[in-house]
């Protein structure tokens, strides 16, 4: 292979575990950062997501792939900029599997970047409500924001969890092509896709929904949304059982379906493919 070619399935597995084991043992602050900015990323990308898809004449399925496609702006930053999302962190599981990395220590960083995702995401939500951003096109912007955090909550669990463990397999696999590539281009050219795929198809995505289900609550409490949020669905409870159901089918998602699947192929026992 030369300099430019992208890397090969077996060469990108051995980089995720490697860098698997730095991100498990970076310093916990420097990862809590990282961690909010992650969250603010993934905000930012629901935030042009919900600009994009109002008042869009396109109909169902063009909209959807429009809004997807702007909303990979999230991972393209996280990727690109830095930054430690709780669902690409999943792929540290292949570092655990190695045995370079330990258990304790991975759910350590789950929980540390999980919890600085949240509140990166929750800044964004609060940033924008303040700023009169769901007032533009005569408050039609906030108008699309409830709706999908409306849509978003009242869903049942067990869907919200099947549907996030189809999200995070995708946001997984764009993180395991990104890193295939060499340069910007090819990483930002490898989101995309996975990206535009789960949003267009309605998957649940444990991060997104820090940001939607708040910026929802909020926006709704204006009195042009008046009656717009039904009793309850974007209460902290509500909001909550969401996330579970959400964070759960995400590491089923990524973790299982992609991170110990390539781990079998690719690294199980020094096999190379």
């Given at each position: 292979m030369t300099g430019v070619d992208a890397f090969a399935p077996a060469e990108i597995a051995r980089l995720v575990a490697t860098r698997g084991v730095a991100k498990a043992n970076a310093r916990p602050a420097a990862t809590f950062v990282l961690g909010v900015l992650a969250g603010a990323f993934i905000a930012l990308g629901g935030v042009l997501s919900t600009t994009v898809a109002t008042g869009s004449?396109?109909?169902?399925?063009?909209?959807?792939?429009?809004?997807?496609?702007?909303?990979?702006?999230?991972l393209i930053l996280v990727v690109v900029a830095g930054a430690e999302l709780f669902t690409g962190n999943n792929l540290i599981v292949m570092a655990v599997a190695q045995g370079e990395v330990s258990a304790a220590r991975l759910l350590g960083n789950w929980a540390v970047v999980w919890v600085a995702n949240l509140v990166g995401a929750l800044s964004v939500a609060a940033m924008v409500w303040l700023a009169d951003w769901w007032a533009q096109g005569d408050a039609e912007v906030g108008g699309t924001a409830v709706r999908i955090a409306v849509d978003k909550a009242t869903l049942p669990w067990a869907t919200v969890f099947v549907r996030a463990v189809l999200a995070n397999a995708l946001v997984c696999l764009a993180v395991w092509l990104a890193t295939a590539g060499r340069t910007v281009a090819d990483k930002v050219l490898a989101i995309v896709f996975p990206i535009t795929a789960f949003v267009a198809a309605g998957f649940e995505h444990s991060v997104a929904n820090m940001y939607f289900l708040p910026a929802g609550a909020l926006i709704g409490r204006e009195p042009a949304f008046a009656g717009a949020v039904p009793e309850g669905a974007l209460d902290v409870g509500s909001i909550a059982w969401n996330l579970s159901a959400a964070t759960i089918g995400n590491v089923v998602g990524g973790a299982v379906l992609v991170g110990l699947v390539y781990w079998l192929v690719y690294l199980r026992a020094g096999d190379v493919r």
């Open positions: 004449g396109l109909g169902y399925g063009p909209t959807r792939l429009l809004a997807g496609t702007a909303f990979s702006l999230g």
